[in-house]
């Protein structure tokens, strides 16, 4: 039964999350909250791996999660799961492109779906600001402002962000070069493990 689960929750995951691998974070974290699958800590960590590996971050994350859950059976019905829309969406507009390329109503459609797709990536990256910045669960136990913040996150965060944008050596370095050094430093000093 666990791979049914799976299945539905990824096929419904993969036809509704418009707008890429950032749009499905929302999908992951009610699947978090009704499953009990895996905690937001998980799922940020998630995050970080399936950023930091080839391929699309949906896809990579619906094999990471489903490998948690049910191993790598699970992992490969998760990912079937989440791609399963799409190929049947693409099969089907393949078939009548040409009457969709020329259709109003269809552009239409897809001039709307913008926002939304907008919509869902933003909240999507404020959901991963939020986790990895803030620490509610230690603000919860000390009730000390100042242990609200993960300060060592936000340094991080900062310096990034200064190398990529400000600096002249650094910034033009390849992205992949930016992903191996945040990835070597939440190793180092234990970011993330939750």
Excluded: C
Excluded at 34 to 56: K, N, V
Excluded at 112 to 117: I, T
Excluded at 163 to 174: D, F, G, Y
Aim: no cysteine; charged share 10%.
């Amino acid at each position: 039964m666990i791979y049914l689960r799976l299945f539905y929750e990824f096929l419904q995951t993969g036809l509704f999350a418009v707008g890429g691998g950032l749009a499905t974070l929302p999908f992951l974290y009610d699947i978090s909250d009704r499953t009990g699958w895996f905690s937001y800590g998980q799922l940020a960590d998630m995050i970080a791996i399936s950023e930091s590996t080839p391929g699309a971050i949906g896809v990579n994350m619906a094999t990471y999660s489903g490998n948690m859950v049910a191993g790598i059976p699970g992992g490969i019905i998760a990912t079937l799961g989440l791609i399963t829309p799409s190929i049947v969406i693409i099969v089907i507009v393949a078939h009548f492109l040409n009457k969709f390329k020329t259709n109003e109503g269809v552009q239409g459609v897809f001039y709307g779906l913008r926002p939304a797709s907008t919509a869902l990536i933003a909240a999507a990256g404020f959901s991963v600001v939020l986790i990895d910045l803030v620490d509610f669960d230690l603000f919860r136990q000390t009730g000390s402002f100042i242990q609200l913040m993960n300060w060592r996150a936000l340094f991080l965060a900062i310096v990034l962000y200064i190398l990529a944008n400000h600096i002249r050596a650094t910034k033009q370095l390849h992205p992949v070069i930016f992903i191996a050094f945040a990835a070597l430093v939440g190793i180092i000093f234990n970011f993330g493990l939750n």
